[in-house]
């Protein structure tokens, strides 16, 4: 009898609320204040890392991201630490090889992370199938005592093909393919209360495992659904303290404790301190704004999203692209171009990479003033099957047009994919700046980036070293 169960709660503070209302720029040493409260607490989860946390740490912070988990395990030894996976793409946007996958998921959990959510953009069950088996395969790897969940993920979007049949589908093939628990990921707020309600039911009713359930409050219903989705029997909400919940990000954790509390389900967790443990997220999310991070539109309830049925991060790209372009006077021509272009490309759910993927394509489509004049690359790949399989067959006038005869691939687009860790091992090593064996996956994943945090990171360690030398040499972290 699960839904007589106390509802479990995934804190995001520390990973999805700042990527969705802030560019995921919040600072480790932003977050170490209160992660000794945060441990207290009685979470299921705290998320903390993965999605974009990993490119932002090398690219805009000049953090080791693994040097960050290692810190925040230390500091919250109780609570289990989520991740978000993206299968076979980690936390890139392509494709890698399966020894790339296996050792990421390794490391990963040894480094301290418990659950680790895996989603594919296509939905795709062969493009999780390497994350979930190593997820399986590496348990033994978790020092902390509190265990390894495999999350598997259905990356929740509407359309014909995706009746409730189809996600009950997903989740009895998920949790047959070793899930601990099913997530259902709704990236760009589209499930509604009702739905949500008939939605969790059915799946509840096909699996064994938990559900865990995701969704943003960008245009108002989050915090609905996640009632009726309670009624249904959910096991565990996603929510983001109130100084960074709502709008963008994840319906606000305080007032579901409350909504919650004296029920069946009440959460057992402590309003007051949590309550207290936000005024500090209060003090960051003013950094934030203040270094125009944090624009005041990602809090604003954004009705848009429940017509045009795109991610909230999705209509922002789409107008910065478009005012570089000078063009904002086609907004709407594109806003109404994207559900065609993904009608064109059979469907996919609307999610990184793909949410980009028909983003831009739109955009072409609209700039160029003839659809498929220029294609992406991305669109090309996707058309030939690079991505995984798509919904719905794509018609072959629109496959002439955007890649004319050339071959198109059935199978799983990483069997095509030769081994790729030697190649890597040796050319970190090769750089000189090797310092541990995480390095070589940060250079996987983001070559150029981080070298130039390598490069970073040994110029500060080198001024550390020899202050006096280094200010006549003129070498400077860069
Ligand atoms: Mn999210």
Same mark, same amino acid.
């Given at each position: 009898?699960?839904?007589?169960?106390?509802?479990?709660? %995934?804190?995001?503070?520390?990973?999805?609320? +700042?990527?969705? *209302?802030?560019?995921? /720029?919040?600072?480790?040493?932003?977050?170490?204040?209160?992660?000794?409260?945060?441990?207290?607490?009685?979470?299921?989860?705290?998320?903390? #890392?993965?999605?974009?946390?990993?490119?932002?740490?090398?690219?805009?912070?000049?953090?080791?991201? #693994?040097?960050?988990?290692?810190?925040?395990?230390?500091?919250?030894?109780?609570?289990?630490?989520?991740?978000?996976?993206?299968?076979?793409?980690?936390?890139?946007?392509? +494709?890698?090889?399966?020894?790339?996958?296996?050792?990421?998921?390794?490391?990963?959990?040894?480094?301290?992370?418990?659950?680790?959510?895996?989603?594919?953009?296509?939905?795709?069950?062969?493009?999780?199938?390497?994350?979930?088996?190593?997820? =399986?395969?590496? /348990?033994?790897?978790?020092?902390?005592?509190?265990?390894?969940?495999?999350?598997?993920?259905?990356?929740? %979007?509407?359309?014909?093909?995706?009746?409730?049949?189809?996600?009950? =589908?997903?989740?009895?093939?998920?949790?047959?393919?070793?899930?601990?628990?099913?997530?259902?990921?709704?990236?760009?707020?589209?499930?509604?209360?009702?739905?949500?309600?008939?939605?969790?039911?059915?799946?509840?009713?096909?699996?064994?495992?938990?559900? +865990?359930?995701?969704?943003?409050?960008?245009?108002?219903?989050?915090?609905?659904?996640?009632?009726?989705?309670?009624?249904?029997?959910?096991?565990?909400?996603?929510?983001?303290?109130?100084?960074?919940?709502?709008?963008?990000?994840?319906?606000?954790?305080?007032?579901?404790?409350?909504?919650?509390? !004296?029920?069946?389900?009440?959460?057992?967790?402590?309003?007051?301190?949590?309550?207290?443990?936000?005024? +500090?997220?209060?003090?960051?999310?003013? /950094?934030?704004?203040?270094?125009?991070?944090?624009?005041?539109?990602?809090?604003?309830? @954004?009705?848009?999203?429940?017509?045009?049925?795109?991610?909230? !991060? $999705?209509?922002?790209?789409?107008?910065?692209?478009? %005012?570089?372009?000078?063009? $904002?006077?086609?907004?709407?021509?594109?806003?109404?171009?994207?559900?065609?272009?993904?009608?064109?490309?059979?469907?996919?759910?609307?999610?990184?990479?793909?949410?980009?993927?028909?983003?831009?394509?739109?955009?072409?489509?609209?700039?160029?003033?003839?659809?498929?004049?220029?294609?992406?690359?991305?669109?090309?790949?996707?058309?030939?099957?690079?991505?995984?399989?798509?919904?719905?067959?794509? @018609?072959?006038?629109?496959?002439?047009?955007?890649?004319?005869?050339?071959?198109?691939? %059935?199978?799983?687009?990483?069997?095509?994919?030769?081994?790729?860790?030697?190649?890597?091992?040796?050319?970190?090593?090769?750089?000189?700046?090797?310092?541990?064996?995480?390095?070589?996956?940060?250079?996987?994943?983001?070559? *150029?980036?981080?070298?130039?945090?390598?490069?970073?990171?040994?110029?500060?360690?080198?001024?550390?070293?020899?202050?006096?030398?280094?200010?006549?040499?003129?070498? *400077?972290?860069?």
């Amino acid at each position: 009898m699960s839904n007589l169960n106390k509802i479990m709660f %995934t804190e995001t503070i520390l990973r999805d609320a +700042h990527q969705s *209302q802030a560019a995921t /720029r919040m600072r480790i040493d932003e977050m170490l204040p209160m992660c000794a409260r945060l441990d207290e607490v009685g979470y299921y989860s705290i998320e903390c #890392w993965g999605g974009a946390t990993f490119d932002s740490c090398l690219r805009f912070l000049n953090e080791d991201p #693994w040097e960050r988990l290692r810190t925040l395990r230390k500091a919250m030894p109780k609570t289990k630490l989520q991740m978000l996976l993206r299968g076979q793409n980690i936390l890139g946007y392509k +494709h890698y090889a399966d020894d790339v996958v296996d050792e990421f998921v390794k490391k990963s959990i040894s480094n301290g992370i418990n659950v680790i959510r895996i989603f594919d953009a296509l939905n795709d069950t062969r493009n999780m199938k390497a994350c979930m088996d190593a997820c =399986n395969k590496y /348990r033994s790897e978790d020092k902390s005592g509190l265990g390894v969940v495999c999350e598997a993920t259905m990356s929740y %979007t509407v359309g014909d093909y995706y009746t409730r049949d189809y996600y009950v =589908n997903l989740a009895k093939e998920l949790e047959g393919m070793g899930a601990d628990t099913i997530c259902i990921k709704d990236m760009a707020n589209l499930l509604l209360p009702y739905e949500g309600f008939e939605l969790v039911k059915a799946v509840k009713a096909a699996i064994k495992c938990p559900i +865990h359930i995701h969704t943003h409050n960008t245009s108002g219903t989050g915090n609905m659904m996640y009632l009726k989705a309670i009624e249904a029997g959910v096991d565990i909400i996603d929510t983001a303290l109130s100084p960074m919940g709502n709008g963008t990000s994840q319906p606000a954790t305080e007032p579901l404790i409350a909504a919650l509390a !004296g029920t069946p389900r009440d959460s057992g967790l402590n309003l007051e301190e949590v309550t207290d443990i936000g005024q +500090h997220f209060k003090g960051v999310a003013a /950094r934030l704004a203040k270094d125009g991070f944090l624009n005041k539109k990602a809090l604003e309830t @954004d009705v848009k999203a429940l017509i045009y049925q795109v991610p909230g !991060g $999705m209509l922002s790209n789409l107008i910065s692209q478009l %005012t570089e372009a000078n063009a $904002m006077d086609k907004y709407d021509a594109v806003l109404a171009e994207v559900p065609k272009v993904r009608a064109d490309l059979g469907y996919p759910p609307l999610v990184t990479p793909s949410s980009q993927i028909v983003g831009s394509q739109a955009v072409f489509n609209i700039l160029s003033g003839e659809r498929y004049k220029m294609v992406t690359k991305e669109v090309k790949g996707m058309v030939r099957g690079e991505y995984g399989k798509l919904a719905c067959e794509v @018609d072959p006038a629109i496959v002439k047009k955007i890649i004319g005869d050339e071959p198109r691939i %059935t199978c799983r687009p990483a069997d095509l994919i030769e081994p790729e860790m030697a190649k890597y091992i040796a050319e970190v090593k090769a750089s000189g700046y090797y310092e541990q064996e995480e390095d070589v996956l940060s250079y996987a994943l983001f070559p *150029q980036v981080a070298t130039k945090f390598f490069q970073y990171r040994a110029a500060n360690k080198y001024n550390v070293d020899t202050e006096v030398g280094d200010v006549e040499t003129g070498i *400077q972290p860069v």
